[in-house]
């Protein structure tokens, strides 16, 4: 079994459980898992973990990420898109013009707060939001602090207004659309979302399933590079078992909460530098290494 990662083009309709599943039976393997689940109406870039490179999946479900979406301005649901029941309509209302609602998109470029949609995966007492939502149990959704790197009007009709938006990691468009519809004064929904971006995984990089499934293990993409935007250490040779056993080494280095280490070229996991010495966080190893240990 190969280990690496793979950028999928999930379709809309599909859950990230789902695109799980199915590349668990095209690699032959229960170790896959994402980074940053896409809701099931939306489509676009899902990158996924498979073998040992789930391992590191952390590592990548922090990074920015950039959607292309679509606000329907005149009814909100309880889910925050079309998947949800209506729960207010307006009806023969003055659609905003270019000019206000890039006046309105504007106050939301920066740190905000946020309050994520009930029908979401963020656990509540232990139990997943839209469980609860879905019971129809009364309980209250806690804020939180996202960034917003950018948010750009690309079109607007009489009811829809297309945005494209790079956002930090949390950060949910469906409660976005709901805020910017609140700040207009206008009930609005999500009709359609398209994830363009995770990190350094591109939607037009992104491969279907059928593409996945005719490549097979030579469309995974190596553990290293996809970890590239992290600060490198490169460790001498004598000290690689140490860093492999969990043993710190002296290193004179600045402090770094997350470094990629390597040695003669070689990928051998994540580390930190606490207070002069290195130590590792999450250990690489090959089927050939564990055959050998």
Known sequence: MSDGFVNVN???GMTSHDAVNRLRKIFGTRKVGHAGTLDPQASGVLPVAVGSATKFIEYLAAREKSYRAQILFGISTDSGDLEGEVIARAENFIPP???????VLSNFVGEIEQRPPKFSAIKIHGRKAYDLARKNLPFEMPTRRVKIFRLSLVALTDSIATV??????????????????ESLNLPTTLKSLIRTRVGDFKLTDALTFDAIEKIGGSCLLPIDVCLNHLPTFELPAHRVRAFMNGLPTTVAAADEPIVRVKADGKFLGVGRIERGELRSSKIYSTPQDEATA
């Open 10 to 12: 999930k379709p809309a």
């Open 97 to 103: 013009t270019n000019e206000q609602l890039a006046d």
């Open 164 to 181: 494209d938006v790079e956002c930090g990691a949390g950060t949910y468009i469906r409660s976005l659309a709901i805020d910017i519809g």
